[in-house]
């Protein structure tokens, strides 16, 4: 005797109830707080906020937690949340030539002022298996030099002082908000980096991997990869002036580009540029290679039909919690649009047999 | 501010705004349809209807235009108090408000573009009265025929012809509110 | 703290949904039309009916009694999830009789019982662009519906017919809209497409991932795309329901054992349970709603 299927609302619950279960794992097994994951696992903590769009390492580990590791799920928290907030205003421009850096490279230059600033990085450590950190060994204390409070010229403002770069537009608009309108196409240059620079690391690191191997190529130097804090800085209307609100640490990225020159303009370098909060080089330089590829029109360059050169393409597909919603949904029931199919199948089939028979 | 521009807002936003919302969908989707719609006290010389659609739709992302019947500091201090809409000039406008008088020549309103035509602005236009007689309307919300007290038909013909740009209409008296987009055929009795 | 005052009613900020009624409002005014919003993240996944829950909570009054269905059921777990979900944001009372619901959201399905004057149904979009698999770019499809410029969905629907002798497409059936806009009614079996034009409802379409609302309003013509020679038709499995007798819904086909057998039973779950208890039975069923 058939039973129509009851109980979604059973098992629902029980569903949520075992999820919990496992999250925690082994109860037997220490739990981990927040301020672990925030303090150990800070560049899964910063990825989460770049690609959530929301700079709080706290919430961002307490989502790397409820996700139990899965940082697009943990990302998706942290959208989820972020929709809700107010916006009691803007900041200004962040400037990053002021930043405190704790990292700051370029391989254009072997030397500049502001010097080179290895850093924290995995760069040189040789990929072997720490077996000590098994054991739970605490750190030696690490060497350090004095803060140096000065500003540091970008590499690009250097080669700018001859012409030698191309000169960015400035501006005082108010950038759009991809949060808070639906995406245009064509769009504009602010609107792309604030998407790529929420879009998916792997998605973006694709994309520019593929320039570099010739599907769009940009002939990209790192003019400069700088790391560190930069003060956030409000304007009170008020007050008449701007109040520091607080710091956050970013990543930004320069790229000098070698351009032959078109119809327009004289051979001269050109940039791509990336901004991405927390501490994901990674991810800085596969926005600026990317947002190199995405100005082709812009420079007067072929379209070459490359993949990263096609803006609808890149912006359309780069948001990985659309992506993963709209991916996932195929597991739910689909029942009613495969019965019209097996209707439509086995009606074909039929008058295809039918007509097969009638032809011998 | 003027002290009465601070009164007869919603006291419960969210509830008397959605229903608010309701009669408004339903007038924009039942053309000829009176609906009654309620919950906010403007000041004169807007009627309670238009009051509330105001209080509804508009915000700081939709520039609002005042037609001159309407355009007094304690309706300037209102909208601006409750809803924080910009109050511009006529083309700029994605709502505007009056009598017909005011609002005329409707041409001068946005329509739309031909590959965005919801980039249009919607008229709230107050009425002496407002009455299930008038021009025949058909089209879309409309199951045989429907009439209504439009202050003209030629200016709505007008605005059919453009379809699928064009303005939409509400109307407005009292405490009642009815629709006319841009979707419905105006035809003189 | 319970979730009704910890969230504004509804879940949405007042805000967000002035946007969202404003994009619902052009969109009755432009019966076909999709017209772009900014949507919202929504705590649950894109594709799993994020337009349609703003949309929903955008038209929610506290009065609303609402029903949720999936494939045509109430108890499907997405279903029950959405359903919760306004239960617990708006407190709204809710149901799984068609027939008491102001408020229908759906999923791949429009109820058999018909809807009336009063009720609105929205509807989940994945896709609403009916191009799209035509042509990719939005770019490009956003000039083919300025330009009216259909001939791309005709040559299609012209291949299937001189490929398999018909138009191959049995779900997500494009219709026109009074003569102007091809419009996706969302991925319903084309047995339900008869009951998009002249519905007394209001039928709102949210598509979130694809920040598209649309609209059918009440009394809409909506007409099937086909040709003279090749008219639609709405299909279903040629059956009567097993549980109630139905020889007019729409089935599911249920695979009862490993020997293939299998049985046809309604995918409304509440138009079978309603004709059981009132007396209708069919082969298989028994006189109760439960089973």
Redesign the interface.
Known sequence: MYVAVKGGEKAIDAAHAWLAEERRGDTSVAELSVAQIREQLALAVNRVMAEGSLYDPDLAALAIKQARGDLIEAIFLIRAYRTTLPRLGASTPVETAQMAMCRRISATFKDLPGGQILGPTFDYTHRLLDFKLAAEGEVPTAPTAPASLDAVPHVTAMLNRDGLIQTEAEGNDTPPDLTREPMELPTTRPLRLQAITRGDEGFILSMAYSTQRGYGRTHAFVGELRIGTVAVEMDIPELGFSVEIGEVELTECETVNQFKGSKTEPPQFTRGYGLVFGQTERKAIAMSLVDRALRWKELGEDNTGAPAQDEEFVLMHADNIQATGFLEHIKLPHYVDFQAELELVRKLRREALAHGEAAE | MTPDALLGGFTD???Q???A??A???A???PGTLWPIEGAAPPAPLSVAAGVLIL????G??PLYLGASCDQPVVRDWVTFHTGAPLVAVHEAQFALGTWADLMPVDRFAIGL?????R?A?LIVEMPALANQGPRLT?????TVAHLSLPETAAFCANRAL??QGF?TYLTCGGQVAGL???TIVEAV | MTDQTAYNFAYLDEQTKRMIRRAILKGVAIPGYQVPFASREMPMPYGWGTGGVQVTSACLVPEDRLKVIDQGADDTTNAVSIRRFFQRTAGIEVTEATADATVIQTRHRIPETPLTEGQILVYQVPIPEPLRFLEPRETETRKMHELEDYGLMHVKLYEDISRHGQIATAYDYPVKVEGRYVMDPSPIPKFDNPKLGGNAAIQLFGAGREQRIYALPPYTQAISLDFDDYPFTASKADHACDLCGAPDSYLDEVITDDQGSRMFVCSDTDFCGSRRAAGHIGPMGTPSAGG
């Open positions: 936003a969210p509830r705004s959605a229903r919302f309701r408004a969908l339903e924009m989707a039942r509804t739709l508009c915000d992302t939709t031909p590959d965005y035509p919801d249009a919607t089209g879309p919300g409309i199951a379809f699928p939409d987009p841009r979707s």
